[in-house]
């Protein structure tokens, strides 16, 4: 498996626009998150899934993020509209669920707002 | 309110040395606990874990110490090669989601 993949890479877009976020994860897992990466806090969990289904959003900062899976082999993350304070890496990862698993990354989009 | 602390940004240490990086965690329902290492422009890729019924788990040069009446968790790497260099993150889980500490940025120097 060529593991988690997120596209794009990095992402520039100007403040107002929407920006969408994709991410497939590893074949076989039940368990897709979203984490975001800032200088400020770290990495924090936004959003994660099971078996498609959204479980906890408690982390999305506000109405202007959303999150859908689809199906088991993709996932989005929709921002509208961006604003500069977005700026950021987006994260995902995915596990098999089981209890003392560990999750695996994807190599992050970085996202610009200008 | 952090869940998962790391209280020291970064770290320097010389090549050949010990390595220790310590984690702090408030949430008393965490049962797995987990170590990252991450290089700039990669995502963080997993290095070892430790489960609450053990207090010590080793893999190589890493190995990860437990105490839970603490709730303190520390990972020591010896000895400490340049490539280990990186940003490590110290993190925690209760069931299926994992609460992430702030990193610290491990140097490794030559």
């Known amino acids: 498996d060529a593991g988690v993949i997120q596209s794009p890479r990095h992402e520039v877009t100007e403040m107002g626009q929407e920006v969408t976020l994709r991410c497939k994860p590893i074949?076989?897992?039940?368990?897709l998150f979203w984490y975001r990466q800032t200088m400020m806090r770290g990495l924090e969990l936004l959003i994660y899934f099971n078996n498609n289904v959204p479980i906890d959003d408690s982390g999305m900062p506000e109405d202007r993020f959303s999150a859908k899976m689809p199906n088991a082999s993709f996932s989005t993350l929709k921002i509208q509209p961006s604003e500069p304070r977005d700026s950021a890496v987006y994260f995902c990862?995915?596990?098999?669920?089981?209890?003392?698993?560990?999750?695996?990354f994807g190599q992050g989009t970085r996202l610009t707002v200008v | 309110d952090q869940q998962v602390k790391q209280n020291s940004p970064s770290l320097s240490v010389q090549e050949g040395r010990i390595s220790i990086l310590n984690c702090d965690y408030t949430n008393s329902m965490f049962d797995y606990f987990l170590w990252y290492k991450k290089y700039p422009a990669e995502g963080p890729t997993f290095l070892i874990s430790?489960?609450?019924?053990?207090d010590k788990n080793e893999d190589g040069r890493f190995t990860v110490f437990l105490n839970k009446s603490a709730k303190h968790l520390s990972l020591h790497i010896v000895p400490s090669q340049p490539g280990d260099s990186a940003v490590y993150f110290c993190a925690a889980s209760s069931g299926q989601n994992f609460v992430f500490g702030p990193g610290t940025r491990l140097s490794v120097l030559p």
């Open positions: 074949s076989g897992h039940d368990y």
């Open positions: 430790i489960s609450s019924i053990k």
């Open positions: 990862a995915s596990s098999l669920g089981q209890v003392s698993t560990e999750a695996f």
